[in-house]
């Protein structure tokens, strides 16, 4: 498995990964557009040239970022490729100097593995919600906050 920044080329692929969960209610979809503007943010998990895995790390505030659009193709899940992209996303997290990750997910379980913990959305600070605002579920938003204190 060869793990990299994604690039342009790779966009359909990120988009089609994610909107598979999305579309069965497992996570938020993304728009080809929002994939654009974010592919810096992601890192993906590519299996003989094939995307499989994909996750995002979005700076949010200071010292705060989320991990978004986790999704890892359905014939490649639970062999560790999205704990792995996590891991990754973690390491630059650091090296960026954020002291504390957070998800807004459907997915706890698989969260709590990588050591987030589920915690009031209201914990979070304001400059979470400002993609909020565009969001097909806002205000009325059922996932999940969960964080990782980064050390």
Not at 56 to 69: K, P, Q, S, T, Y
Not at 129 to 138: G, L, R, T
């Amino acid at each position: 498995m060869k793990y990299r920044r994604a690039k342009f080329s790779d966009t359909e692929s990120i988009h089609q990964i994610v909107n598979y969960y999305a579309e069965q209610g497992l996570m938020l979809a993304r728009s080809r557009n929002s994939i654009y503007e974010s592919l810096r943010d992601f890192i993906l998990a590519e299996d003989d040239g094939k995307v499989v895995g994909v996750g995002g790390l979005h700076l949010v505030w200071d010292e705060l970022a989320e991990i978004r659009a986790m999704a890892i193709a359905p014939e490649y899940a639970g062999k560790g490729i999205g704990m792995s992209i996590v891991e990754r996303l973690a390491e630059d997290a650091r090296e960026l100097g954020v002291k504390t990750l957070f998800t807004l997910t459907y997915q706890p379980g698989f969260f709590a593995k990588a050591n987030f913990h589920e915690v009031p959305k209201e914990r979070l600070s304001q400059k979470v919600w400002k993609d909020c605002i565009n969001c097909s579920k806002f205000p009325n938003c059922d996932e999940i906050a969960m964080i990782r204190p980064l050390d």
